[in-house]
């Protein structure tokens, strides 16, 4: 390919039932967009193939565009040692320390990077999105779980693939069981799934976590009293994390950051009311939506490229 062309990133974010990816130029400009089924159904094996099938068909595409791909990036729900470019473990696709890295660079020709979903996610939030300018910050992404990228000086932080899971911060010793195998984990209490679960076991009819949110508007009591559990919960993350880490803003996505200031009002009304020496923390919902996982794989694409 001719070296004057403009340059391109692949990118996938891979989940349980598709993966999203495309073509992203050096700006974080999204080019071409596409879905694939990610066939986990049919064994991490041909999840892996379908992978090295995405990023050679965009490889194509960026061709047809008349691009110059320089790396990709692929970035995966589980345990993900990015330093050493291993899945220790997805639950989702059923991989254990498998290279993934090197047998996507091996089978695509091509520079590869993976990485954790979420905190890609963050990555790119603190890049493009709402955590922009600060380099100390956390990103929550309150779904059917809870997950947490942690930024700090400007960087996520991996822990070897197990850092941020504060989702699985205990909170309520001896409460719901969750499916790490403990039980009063904060999403047992503050996820999507278990705001729209608690609500439902309480009033007897099935409720999703955004009806939950407009009966809050309307002070339904029952929904006030599962929120407010919630809020509580995620204040008492938010404050550990704030004695540690001492992040200058935390960026709040997912399913159950839709609800907007009926979430984020309250729980920057509790934090602050609790914070003593703490730094000062500034709470913001994310900015890119369901686009965050892309581009944060578009970020360490760009890492993995040997030119840019």
Known sequence: MPESRESCVVALDVGGTRMK???VGPDA?????????????????AVTD????????LRGQAAEHGLRPTGAGVVIPGIIDEAEGVVRSSANIGWTDFPLRDHLTAHTDMPVEIGHDVRAGGLAESVLGAGKGESDLLFLALGTGIAGAMILEGRPF?????????GHMLIDPGGYPCGCGSRGCLETVASAS????????????????????ALVEACEPTALGVWTDAVEALATAIL???????PARVVIGGGLAQSGETLLSPLRDLVTARTTYHRPVEIVRASLGDRAGLLGAALLGG??????
Not at 29 to 45: K, M, S
Not at 158 to 166: K, L, N, Q, T
Not at 303 to 308: E, F, T, V
Request: aromatic content about 6%; hydrophobic content about 40%.
């Open 21 to 23: 990816a495309g073509l």
């Open 240 to 246: 550990a994390y704030m004695t540690i880490c001492a």
């Open 194 to 213: 278990a705001v729209g679960r608690r609500y439902s076991e309480r009033a007897g009819a099935r409720t999703a976590a955004h009806e939950v949110a």
């Open 50 to 57: 379908r992978i090295v099938g995405a990023v050679r068909d």
């Open 303 to 308: 890492a993995a490229a040997p030119h840019r």
């Open 29 to 45: 400009r999204i080019i071409a967009e596409r879905l694939y089924d990610t066939g986990r159904a049919d064994g991490p094996a």
């Open 158 to 166: 991996s822990g070897g693939g197990y850092g941020g899971e504060i």
